[in-house]
């Protein structure tokens, strides 16, 4: 093989590598899942469930306080699981307290689509694809085979990425994932 033919084909082949354009990505299970350091916000939540199976409900106000049954305390940038503890004191017999972070009732869709948008969940559910479609759709430069889903909630980050040519041949259904307030969806360049 001569020189000049190799050199081209070998870059494609290290560029291809390096981006992972070779590898079967797709998938509706996260790429990868974490934690990251997480202080409660004004509007964030704990819901109490008692030993009876109740449920109460008291949302962080916007001065940063929470009313409790034992009086009002402030919990602005507070962990999480100083949070519970707070709320936990003024309810020792509680079966379980679960901390709730607030989100917008509304996906974001940014990168590579016509129009990058903020559009609400208001009017029932929606799919990545919907998402994708009020985004007026992919620009000619859309890298539809690695675009990611990012789903957080009170410090646990999940990243999807996803395959959305298969889905669009009608395979690989699985791919079109039912959304979550404060969803984010990146549709990278096609740089190849």
Not at 97 to 112: A, C, K
Request: proline share 5%.
């Amino acid at each position: 093989m001569s020189r000049p033919f190799f050199l081209p084909i070998l870059l494609i082949a290290c560029i291809t590598l390096v981006c992972g354009c070779a590898q079967d990505t797709g998938s509706s299970t996260p790429v990868s899942s974490g934690t990251v350091p997480y202080s409660v916000a004004v509007l964030d939540s704990a819901r109490v469930t008692s030993r009876d199976g109740g449920h109460k409900e008291f949302q962080v106000g916007q001065d940063g306080r929470i009313d409790l049954p034992t009086g009002s305390k402030s919990v602005l940038g507070l962990s999480v699981g100083d949070f519970r503890a707070v709320v936990a004191r003024a309810f020792p017999g509680a079966r379980k307290i679960e901390v709730r972070e607030f989100r917008t009732n509304r996906v974001t869709v940014l990168g590579e689509v016509f129009h990058q948008i903020h559009t609400d969940l208001s009017d029932g559910p929606m799919r990545v694809m919907d998402a994708i479609a009020a985004a007026n759709g992919f620009t000619p430069l859309a890298n539809k085979r690695r675009v990611r889903l990012v789903r957080q909630n009170a410090g646990t980050v999940e990243v999807y990425e996803l395959d959305l040519r298969d889905l669009m041949r009608g395979q690989r259904l699985d791919q079109n994932l039912l959304l979550e307030p404060g969803d984010v969806i990146t549709v990278p360049r096609n740089f190849l």
